[in-house]
């Protein structure tokens, strides 16, 4: 059973950081490509960040230069550290999986981010 389970979500001030995790179980972690993905009220779901299987990683306009991806794949863990929050990054942000050759994906089920003084 594949389960991506995000965490570090919560309440923040204007300016200040938090660092989401998404740790994943029942795939071979090393072989999928991590996104994260946020939803505000209303809105669509958007993609935030990529990180490849390889690496490398992708920022959309909203996340370059504020937010920074890691992965462990020792331990099925994709980081996404958040600094410079903005009232504008509040959303549930969902941790998305693919695998890099059939496409199978999988999602998790989100953690709150509100930004707010």
């Known amino acids: 059973q594949v389960q991506l389970v995000e965490s570090g979500g919560g309440l923040v001030q204007p300016g200040g950081s938090l660092r989401l995790s998404c740790s994943a179980s029942?795939?071979?972690?090393?072989?999928?490509?991590m996104a994260w993905h946020r939803q505000a009220p209303g809105k669509q779901r958007e993609l935030v960040a990529t990180?490849?299987?390889?690496?490398?990683?992708t920022y959309e306009d909203s996340a370059k230069g504020r937010f920074t991806l890691s992965r462990d794949n020792a331990k099925n863990t994709v980081s996404l550290q958040m600094n410079s929050l903005k009232p504008e990054d509040t959303a549930v942000y969902y941790c998305?999986?693919?695998?890099?050759?059939?496409?199978?994906?999988?999602w998790g089920q989100g953690t709150q981010v509100t930004v707010s003084s």
């Open positions: 998305r999986a693919w695998h890099f050759i059939t496409d199978d994906v999988y």
């Open positions: 990180m490849f299987s390889s690496g490398s990683s």
């Open positions: 029942g795939i071979s972690f090393r072989f999928y490509h």
